[in-house]
């Protein structure tokens, strides 16, 4: 059984090679291609999108995964073969579904999608990347077609960024947090804490950088395992465990939305920089869901880069980078500036309070879509309504609006949103677990000391890469399941106190 | 039959796809990749690579070929269907010599290889490579014995590169150029020209990267489909035919180093840049051969890069970029002080004429090698020996000597020098041909003016990629098959000018 064991080890890891150069084809066109490299970019990732699929789906993976069955039986679930086997075999059995040619298409279409859906925005010309999001469309409903059986149509869609998960769990979770975040919302809208101007003067861009480089240095990012770069919108890219890859946006003229993206994505970087190296190669080496995903980099982007002791610590430094700008304001006024509750067009740019009503919405509209309710053609109109509603603003533009995110664009429709609702529950949920084995880590982040609560967070997730399921993982590590009720609580505490409520 | 064809020409797209990734794995390896990386990057390489190969000589390709044989056989040499299956056919039957499994091997050998070689080379360390180049000796030699019945054991490898070259012509070659050489440096050397001290003062890199920039911009480089980035040592890839990327290095006390690797990378650019579209994802879309695109850069950086009219038009811009550095100098110092004659260790630092000395040395060595008349471990001193005979120095670091070229560190032993000289050579044939034929060309470089010698290059040499053998192609454009006296002439006429001899 060894043999057989090894053999399946060998075909995973040159499939993980190949799943891993796409990683890279889609890095490298979002950070360095020159233009004229599109068609010959989109033709690179369809074809070797194309062949892993057509290596993972082979006869070769599926007899080993039959014959090494019994021999799973006999080993414990925890055992390094048992999770390589149980991974490999629920990745196979969901892939086993879609046509290596489908995933030849998709991957040319996004390829071509994205990049017209650049100049769109850059435009604001949604008409320009109309046709491509209907193919879109079209193309996310075939590969939903290809799982018979589903309850609702997103299903399988949902289900391939949040294992588990369903339409009818979320609609669930979202009502519940609806009702008791406009509550709080209300509340907050009752009270004006002046924006701190600060945070809009010049800040020079390789300052900010350099800021940024040192803060999640500090916080645990590797960069002799990793690197950033700017790219329009920001993203993290594993394309070997010694290899991630985080890149940000810099506005000179908000220093916020750098920093933020820096933390926010040095927080998903450190989740693989802190897989076992065991599980190098394989199919286990990665985030065990995009939600699970999201509470790691909302985690380190908001209860602790939005936090009095991260700030009481980083401050000063700021002050010493920034002297024109941060050198005459309290610490005070730029923590009350960075949390300010204030409804805005831009999701990556709200605060951690409204930011949840952003990712609702987007949920609802892709549903919509999906079930063909709402066409393509209406999004536009269809977004500006819904965010009318729910924000209370008049958009001017659907850059400020269908544009912003590139979600849809280089990716599916459907399944691309939740994650961040669960990352903001789970965050929470987590860092309650952390607290309460280790009560002195707000006191170490005050003094600018974060190995206690990494250690803690790589010991109980990164370290198991895919290993458990996102409901077993987080089972084991809170005694519990989901529950939103620590999110709320830590909402509820942070804010009604920022707001003398 | 079309239904044939246009299925080999899916087949060999997806393969030139997929070696095109290669190209991109080894950019990046080179550019971005941080060093955690390089255990991942190996895999991905060996795997990448073995694959393209496995493709390659699928059974399905060999049936195609067949099948297509009476087809081509009624075709017009020169028609775009013959020459596409021609080329297939042509690497076809040299890949499939080649197992797949050697393949991975070597590549993944090579990458690590060539880190190994980085950090020796930055520590000037050659026992630590020296294992790994002991392995890259063996698989030169496995490469070479999967092709029975050559002469040489080198004469596969050379093929490689240089389809048609062999060990005997090369011999000869280079013994007629080394005859002819060898007076013309005595006669140099009796005469003293002082170095030009503004080409080792300070230059800032920003300045030395923008006036780079500036003047391949100028003779044509296209910036919207290539880039430029630094690397230890200067190359070119081509990552897809809208998509071509060099790099460079700069050393800010050498204005030389940078300039001139930059012009010479550039001109390997403008072949890629300019092969016809018509051949986009097909095996014709490459260069002839590395003796052909050595041409072409060499061309750019010496016989234009380092003329007289040249300079007349770049180097009031020159001026401009560094003021206090070249504003005092007079354009003749320049020109004589980039043109002096100066034996010196650093094979890609060399002046034009004792550069060839450079390439017959190494030549010789990895014949000896090959041979088995010289090992890995005598080949340092082998080095120090041949260079004292050659040039008269004593070299004092094999940083300075065996350490120096990135050829058999990443890639084989054998075959990897002799594009240089077959370079020089053709460069100065196709330059006599490009002015019998438009003798206004060097009076137009004086004017800033590119266009015609471009032109002409592209209809001429870029525009056919790979459609013809580099013995037609230099039959088609000069009349005659390769020949010595144009460049001997040009080196005579330059240099017994220069020395006023």
Redesign the interface.
Known sequence: MRVLFDELKDLV??ID??E??VG??DW?QEV??????????S??LA??AR?AHEKLIAPAIKHLLTALKPYQDTLPYDSHESSLIRVTRYLYDKASHIPPDFQARLYEHLGKSQTVWLKAYAENDFASVRPFLEKTLDLSREYSSFFNGCEHIADPLIDLNDPGMTVSTIRHLFKEMRDQLTPIIKDIARVQIPPCSSLTKFSPELAQLSFGREVIEKIGF??????QDKSTHPFTVQ?????VRITTRVNEYDFWNAFSSTVHEAGHALYVQGIAPTW??TFVAHVASEGINESQSRLWENIIGRSKNFWHYFFPRLQLYFPETFANISLDTFYRGINRVQPSSIRTEADEVTYNLHVIMRFDLEIQLLEGSLSVGDLPEAWRQRFQEDFGICLSSDREGVLQDPHWYDGFIGGQFQCYILGNILSAQFYESALSTYPEIEDEIRRGYFGTLRAWLKNNIHFHGRKYSPQELINRVTGKAMTIEPYMQYLKTKYYDLYNL
């Open positions: 890891n040159e090679a190949l891993s150069i890279l084809l490298d360095n291609m020159p233009v004229g490299g599109i068609e010959g970019r033709r690179q074809i070797q062949l590797d960069f002799e395992r990793g690197r394309i070997s465990p010694g290899d190098n190669g």
